[in-house]
Nanobody, 127 residues
Framework: QVDLVESGGGSAQAGGSLRLSCVAS????????MGWFRQAPGMEREGVAA?????????YADSVKSRFTISQGQGTYTTLYRQRNGLKPEDTGPYLC???????????????????WGQGTKVTVSS
């Protein structure tokens, strides 16, 4: 069982920035991959960023590439997701982090590959 807790969501104006954090605990995998997902109203949950924790491998959805950054925070199992300058109203929604053992598929944006999920943190971007 892996427990994930997100924090850092909130409100921002278009063009602004937010930093999200995800802390993992429990039966963590030796070789861990983590991802960030979001779910706009009426839409399917989409992967926006994923990383091989401890390594430098990352991947991003085209919709957030060059605007958002995923990185490892303080602590082995803390992932930061920096929504840098350039937030857009369409970035609004709950953001969830997820964890999986890196293996076939690695740091993937495919939500089906992830087994452990946090409860999410809400991001609201106003125009």
């Amino acid at each position: 069982q892996v427990d994930l807790v997100e924090s850092g969501g909130g409100s921002a104006q278009a063009g602004g920035s937010l930093r999200l954090s995800c802390v993992a605990s429990g039966s963590l995998y030796f070789n861990n991959c983590m991802g960030w997902f979001r779910q706009a109203p009426g839409m399917e949950r989409e992967g926006v960023a994923a990383a091989h924790i401890g390594g430098e491998s990352t991947t991003y959805a085209d919709s957030v590439k060059s605007r958002f950054t995923i990185s490892q925070g303080q602590g082995t199992y803390t992932t930061l997701y920096r929504q840098r300058n350039g937030l857009k109203p369409e970035d609004t929604g709950p953001y969830l982090c997820a964890s999986r053992p890196c293996g076939a598929g690695g740091y993937t944006l495919d939500r089906v590959a992830y087994k452990s999920w946090g409860q999410g943190t809400k991001v609201t971007v106003s125009s």
